[in-house]
């Protein structure tokens, strides 16, 4: 098999006498957009902090593209190519889309006006942001210049996710992305999904939305009790059965179960 | 994305979406407004030597309303600014007195300016307490300090270094523009570039709008934020410098409104107190309202007190305007 994209073996993180990682594993192929669900404490979002470099487990290991990584924090996980797409989405609501796309990542002026005055180039980082939104076909927007606030949920969505295929080299990993959104709003930040994983960046989907896993998810990674219960491919499993599996009424290797794909 | 329809434009139409956008525009408007007023109703307003006094008197609250703009965007706000001012001006005073070197005097002050501003951006930014606790016992403490150091005197100035930004200066024609105008328009220009075409500048707006956005986006939030404060001290140092160029008196119980003054001119000048929204041209703006208010109901014959209740109207008509166009924006 080729070697996954961003791996995970044996993580463990306590807090006291509560353990939110129990020995975790995770694997991402190129290509693909995996899926990660579980009950609500089983563990997910601490295992994505692990993987996003929010939280440094106390055991375990990460491997991206097959190198052993320890993150210490957020901003290293970015710099090796790893974006994430939080809830809360991130953005300043009273800056413009192309600020926001490049917040904390501003570029300069070639030569003395930016190296001595650091005299930010707009020209170059709105048409940048223009090309990005275009690539990703978010035409929604009126301009690039329009303030985030006067944006609707979904488009402000869009312009997160817009933000992280801009940055992220190596995988977006996309927390909740459609939570707050209408159906009609959810399916075109799945269209957006579809097309960062066919440009080629693999993505972590975090959601509570079996239909939309079921929709979208190349396969599914369940997570009951701080680990890895099993990972199923959707074709091959029903939305009851993956909800079995997060409960635990279903175990791997059940009679019934769909068959997992990891050992 | 492609079939979304575009999001439903600010409620209130154009006007009210571009106020939001400029929000020095609405302020831009008043002065105009009070200006043309004063200068029908009274004669003297409009004359060279009153609008040339009218921006003399407003350059010492218009510096601190610089630097209370910075702490302002960040979501934070300075109510030590005018103590810390005070004190740079009793160290200018006292040290020239007793001997040392102007340029010695001013490096001093500039200095525990300085340090008084990185101490507030310190306890704010790294032990996490609120903006307001810290400069509200700053300002307690400053204000002590200051009359210890003064030993219950007021401190004359008579040396020319001190006192050049109120008399030195260029004539055009018959306007005389001191150097303390110069200093104070160098002074704001400079700030509005680092705000508006800096990278620090986007990061000021950017954690004053969403701390946790900020960080999550990378930006070193602390650093900038213990910035704000750092740059702030500075600015109050040039205010006490601007202050002995008005008046050659370093006296321990002057400006003791400052920093709600300075307040007053950042909020009529459109800076959000919630952080995030606002430029320093409305400060400016601000300033010269407050100024120009004074100055045009005492020509008006309208007794002073009426004036302060002038201001305070404006200051609430002007976060009430701050809180509808925030709410329309929703």
Known sequence: MTTPALQARGLVKRYGRVTAIDGADFDLYAGEVLAVVGDNGAGKSSLIKALSGALVPDAGIVLLDGKETRFHSPLEARQAGIETVHQTLALAPAMDIATNLFLGRELRRSGPAGSVFRLLDRREMRQQAQRQLDALGIETVQHIGQIVETLSGGQRQAVAVARAAMFGSRLVIMDEPTAALGVKESKLVLDLIRRIRDRGLPVVLISHDMPQVFEIADRIHVHRLGRRAAVVSPADASMSQVVSLMTGALQPGDEGAPSNLVG | ?330
């Not at chain 2, 106020?19 to 007023?37: K, T, W």
């Not at chain 2, 954690?207 to 070193?220: F, M, Q, S, V, Y």
């Not at chain 2, 300075?262 to 300033?287: D, E, N, P, Q």
């Open chain 2, 1 to 330: 994305m492609t079939t979304t329809k575009p999001a439903p434009p600010v409620r209130g139409g154009r006007a009210a979406e571009t106020l939001l956008h400029n929000p020095a525009l609405g302020p831009l408007g008043a002065l105009l407004v009070a200006v043309i007023v004063f200068a029908l109703t009274t004669s003297t307003f409009l004359t060279v030597d009153n609008l040339s006094l009218v921006v003399q008197q407003s350059l010492v609250i218009a510096t601190l309303a610089l630097g209370q703009t910075l702490i302002v965007l960040t979501g934070g706000i300075d109510l030590a600014n005018a103590a810390i001012m005070v004190l740079g001006t009793m160290l200018f005073a006292r040290l020239v007195t007793e001997g040392t070197t102007p340029l010695l005097a001013l490096l001093a002050g500039f200095a525990v300016c300085a340090l008084l501003g990185a101490v507030s951006g310190g306890l704010v930014t790294w032990l996490n307490l609120p903006p307001f606790i810290v400069t509200l016992g700053m300002l307690t403490v400053v204000l002590a300090i200051g009359r210890l150091y003064s030993q219950g005197n007021s401190w004359p100035v008579t040396d020319n270094f001190l006192g050049v930004l109120g008399e030195g200066g260029y004539l055009f024609g018959q306007v005389k523009v001191t150097h303390g105008m110069t200093l104070v328009i160098v002074m704001f220009a400079i700030t509005w570039y680092a705000l508006t075409k800096t990278a620090w500048g986007k990061h000021v707006y950017a954690l004053g709008n969403d701390p946790e956005a900020a960080r999550l986006t990378g930006i070193h939030v602390g650093r900038t934020r213990f910035s704000v404060y750092l740059i702030a001290g500075v600015i109050y140092a040039f205010a006490a410098w601007q202050a002995l160029g008005r008046i050659p008196n370093a006296d321990p119980n002057a400006f003791q409104t400052g920093n709600l003054d300075s307040i007053t001119a950042v909020v009529i000048g459109g800076t959000s107190l919630f952080g995030g929204r606002g430029s320093v041209i409305g400060t400016v703006v601000g300033a010269l309202i407050v100024a120009v208010l004074r100055s045009g109901l005492t020509q008006a014959g309208i007794d002073s007190l009426y004036q302060d209740v002038a201001t305070g109207v404006l200051v609430i008509a002007a976060v009430a305007f701050d809180q509808l166009a925030r709410r329309r924006s929703r």
